[in-house]
Each structure stands twice: as structure tokens, then as C-alpha cells.
């Protein structure tokens, strides 16, 4: 068994109010180009984000635009 625990965009933004849903979305939406992938995964057309590898990315960012 797994301790990731995965979330949508409504729950982390509810979860983290600094995060509005626009921004969550489009944070997923260019993944590719912030290297936010590794904490998305998809299950058919719901998208999940990894909380603990949301909020290391969050910390690596120090800075970077």
C-alpha cells in the first residue's frame, strides 16, 4: 500500500486557498514546460495531483518564473 495521497484541483485549492483552481489548471496545463508532471497523474479525464510532490515542487521553485 501506497501513503501518496492524490487530490483534485478543487481539493488542493480548497486545501491550499495561495492555489485558486485557474492557477492549479494552469500549473497542469503546461506541465511539460514547469516539470509539474512527475506529481499529475491522470485517471480518464480526472486529473490528480500528488500532494507531497506538489509541495516539493512548490519548494524547488525558489524563484523561477
Known amino acids: 500500500m501506497t501513503d501518496k495521497q492524490y487530490l483534485t ?5 480548497q486545501k491550499y486557498p ?6 492549479l489548471r494552469y500549473l497542469v496545463f503546461n506541465a ?8 499529475i497523474t ?8 500528488e500532494e507531497s ?9 525558489n524563484g523561477r518564473a
Open 9 to 13: 484541483i478543487k481539493q488542493l485549492s
Open 18 to 23: 495561495a492555489f485558486p483552481e485557474g492557477g
Open 32 to 39: 511539460d514546460k514547469n516539470n509539474l508532471a512527475s506529481a
Open 42 to 49: 491522470r485517471v480518464g479525464r480526472k486529473v490528480l495531483l
Open 53 to 61: 510532490a506538489f509541495l516539493d515542487w512548490i519548494n524547488n521553485q
